[in-house]
């Protein structure tokens, strides 16, 4: 079995790495090789079979020739331009988050295989007139680039799926917290942000009110929700490979109402609170009422409480932060 995670060295991409590395297995199969490609070689991962590294640029159809060939069973195509990024920058979302999702799709034609390709898409891709709760068949629409860009990538997984050129399935993560590390350009970094840096002792910026909802899910549910949607028969996902993964829908209060649980009082003192317009504008209209029920039907789960997202990142993060 040989996988290829393409995006290798982001966030999810590196966790990914690690936990297939601990399992050794995947689809009923002894994993031979993995390979992590990114935009500069990824740090590679300790494990009892080969890891590969490679810088690649999925906008650069050419160079997927070598790194994706019919022995290629997995694919993870986590690669993309977040979204405030993608925002911001029209033509980089396009290159990425459509053209090269296209790229990759198009190579995985010509090599001729069908292999497995767990696509990750984004909540973002609906929003607007849609009643709430949003259900698997919700209609998408989308109201930024991103959420746009990751509607058409899903559109290709299916039609690239029924025509047997790939065997895809394409998940909507809700917003991964707590993320390690440093803020990024996504409109979403606050929602870590506010956790992780008062747990280091360091203080962080709230631009919304402490009752706005999302929707949210740990890193470790989520790369155990993107292996079993790796594992899953294609049969079982009927026609639409595409479908929302299982999160919780908290308030700011309830996200450090956890922390205090799990860290004591103190943390929460280092928390500023400074509305932003701009953020405000961008995630007021994102929603946060879901009813993931294919996922859960297929057997993918959210946390059952925020205090485990907590406890996750000062198990598996807060220590190599
Ligand atoms: N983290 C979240 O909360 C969240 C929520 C919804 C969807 N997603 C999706 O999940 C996936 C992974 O997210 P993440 O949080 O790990 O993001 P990340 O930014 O940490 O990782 C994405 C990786 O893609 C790489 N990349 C960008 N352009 C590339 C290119 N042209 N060629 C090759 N690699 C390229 C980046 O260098 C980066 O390492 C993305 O598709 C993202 O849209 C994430």
Redesign the pocket.
């Known amino acids: 079995m040989n996988i290829l995670i393409?995006?290798?060295?982001?966030?999810?991409?590196?966790k990914l790495a690690r936990q297939l590395a601990q399992q050794g297995r995947l689809r009923g199969q002894t994993i031979d090789r993995l390979t992590l490609?990114?935009?500069?070689a990824?740090a590679t991962v300790a494990a009892s079979f080969v890891v590969d590294t490679c810088a690649?640029?999925?906008?650069?159809r050419p160079s997927l020739d070598a790194l994706i060939t019919p022995e290629t069973d997995v694919i993870f195509?986590?690669?993309?331009?977040?979204?405030s990024h993608a925002e911001a920058d029209f033509d980089a979302g396009m290159?990425?988050?459509l053209f090269?999702v296209l790229n990759v799709l198009d190579r995985c034609r010509a090599a001729g295989h069908a292999p497995v390709v767990v696509?990750?898409?984004?909540?973002?891709v609906f929003g607007g007139e849609v009643p709430d709760p949003i259900r698997d068949w919700t209609i998408p629409n989308p109201q930024t680039s991103?959420g746009t860009q990751?509607a058409m990538g899903e559109l290709l997984i299916n039609d690239y799926s029924r025509r047997g050129m790939i065997d895809g399935r394409g998940f909507?993560?809700?917003?991964?917290?707590v993320?390690p590390g440093k803020p990024?350009r996504?409109a979403?970094s606050f929602m870590s942000s506010i956790i992780r840096e008062p747990l280091n002792g360091q203080e962080a910026v709230c631009p919304v009110a402490d009752d706005y909802l999302h929707y949210y899910?740990s890193?470790r549910r989520?790369v155990d929700n993107l292996l079993l949607g790796a594992e899953i028969e294609a049969e079982a996902f009927g026609s639409n490979r595409c479908l929302t993964m299982p999160g919780q829908t908290l308030s700011i209060r309830q996200m450090i109402d956890a922390m205090t649980e799990v860290a004591g009082p103190e943390p929460e003192k280092l928390i500023r609170w400074e509305p932003q317009d701009e953020i405000q504008k961008i995630v007021s209209g994102w929603r946060f009422d879901y009813d993931p029920a294919k996922a859960v039907e297929l057997g993918l789960t959210a946390d059952q409480s925020f205090v485990e997202n907590v406890r996750y990142y000062i198990e598996d993060d807060q220590t190599a932060a």
């Open positions: 393409i995006g290798g060295g982001g966030f999810i991409g590196q490609a990114d935009l500069a990824p690649c640029n999925i906008t650069d195509l986590l690669a993309a331009v977040v979204s290159q990425v988050n090269g696509f990750t898409s984004s909540l973002a991103y990751k909507r993560l809700p917003t991964i917290a993320r990024n996504a979403s899910l890193p989520c």
